[in-house]
């Protein structure tokens, strides 16, 4: 049996010509005698190494540097209804996804799924600003969701941060006196990130010719801001720290913001060459934060300067550009939400896929013949 597949995403194109589709076989499994072959039967049906929902192992993933070699993620592709407006984040929470995305009417929605897709929850923050856009979420230790949101109206660019409920109801909400650009002009609010007791860290861009880096505490009372280079990154590690990425030189490097001294630590090298991009683990993980650099997702240690391989993006059928977000479920299933412009005719909407990745074993992946296609 023959297929052709094409994917295609904004960074590349990729074709794949799976000439034939095939399950590896041990032959010298041909030659087992009848009694040994029932006895690895048994043994197999005791052990958890096959278990197809993927949860053997630590939770913290420390198995994971062994696993590779055995074992291969598959996606289970989960279809979103569609939207106006493009996701701007996502989070897994107690098995839960979250994701969040402005709706045409300039609602911020916040949806809460069950890992399958079912059990869908919305939290619906109303504005009547002319662009709106949430930035970063994090869930509270009772549950409530605090997001901060960046609006635009006659008064110019309003950075809120607020605490709302799951129903929607508002706990506490306030603007915050952080920004000052010329009238007429809008800014972005392009990422935020939360440490372990709650401190804020957001990128604005738009005023001026570098990024604003602005340290929040966790009531929203301004603690500083930095300039930093344009197009960087902040994530929050696994211990809870937040660093901000530093690739403007020749060497790719992370800072440690310093939200008590209003500043940036030390540089901490990250030795991978051509990293894409740089991703939260997740608390429960044996790595600090994941790295992506366009062919294989990597958990990295910082202090060890080492890094484990988590699966690779073609083996994984997928060709994701960089507009996607990741996360762990406890059984160590990978979630990532992917989400793509589209248009039909003069409707333009957002699909927003949700795969599910299942470790499987390595030997039950089909067999194709890879042919790298260049263009100019």
């Known amino acids: 049996m023959t297929a052709t597949t094409v994917t295609l995403s904004p960074g590349y194109i990729e074709c794949i010509y799976a000439v034939e589709e095939r399950y590896r076989m041990n032959k010298r499994l041909l030659c087992i005698c009848a009694t040994l072959f029932i006895a690895v039967l048994v043994l197999a049906a005791c052990s958890d190494k096959n278990d197809p929902s993927g949860s053997e192992g630590n939770r913290d993933g420390s198995d994971d540097a062994s696993i590779f070699e055995d074992y291969a993620y598959q996606p289970f592709l989960i279809s979103l209804p569609e939207t106006s407006c493009p996701v701007n984040g996502s989070l897994v929470h107690d098995d839960r996804i979250l994701y969040w995305y402005t709706d045409s009417d300039k609602t911020v929605v916040i949806v809460n799924i069950a890992a399958d897709g079912s059990d869908r929850q919305e939290t619906k923050i109303p504005f009547s600003d002319w662009s709106v856009r949430a930035g970063g979420l994090r869930v509270t230790e009772d549950g409530n969701y605090a997001v901060v949101i960046r609006t635009y109206n006659e008064d110019g660019n309003i950075i809120v941060y607020g605490v709302y409920s799951p ?67 902040i994530i929050t590690l696994r211990d809870g720290r937040v660093v901000v990425s530093d690739f403007s030189g020749t060497n790719n490097n992370l800072r440690e913001i310093d939200f008590a001294k209003a500043g940036l630590g030390e540089e901490i090298p990250l030795t991978i060459p051509g990293l894409r991009r740089i991703l939260p683990a997740g608390a429960d993980r044996s790595y600090d934060l994941l790295v992506d650099d ?6 990295y240690m910082l202090k060890s300067d080492t890094k484990i391989t ?56 089909p067999e194709y013949t890879i042919l790298t296609i260049g263009g100019f």
């Open 294 to 299: 366009g062919n294989y997702l990597y958990g």
């Open 167 to 233: 129903q929607g109801a508002r706990i506490s909400s306030k603007e915050l006196d952080i920004i000052d650009v010329p009238e007429g002009y809008s800014v972005l609010l392009e990422q935020v990130a939360f440490d372990d007791s709650g401190n804020i860290a957001i990128i604005i861009s738009g005023v001026g010719a570098e990024d604003e880096l602005h340290l929040l505490d966790k009531d929203g009372t301004p603690l500083g801001k930095l300039t930093i280079p344009l197009f960087q990154s």
């Open 310 to 365: 988590l699966l690779n993006w073609l083996e994984s059928k997928l060709a994701l550009s960089q507009d996607y977000h990741i996360g762990f479920l406890s059984d160590n299933r990978i979630t990532i939400l992917h989400t793509e412009f589209s248009h039909v005719g003069d409707d333009v909407f957002w699909i927003t896929d949700l795969f599910i990745l299942t470790r499987i074993p390595r030997d039950d992946l």
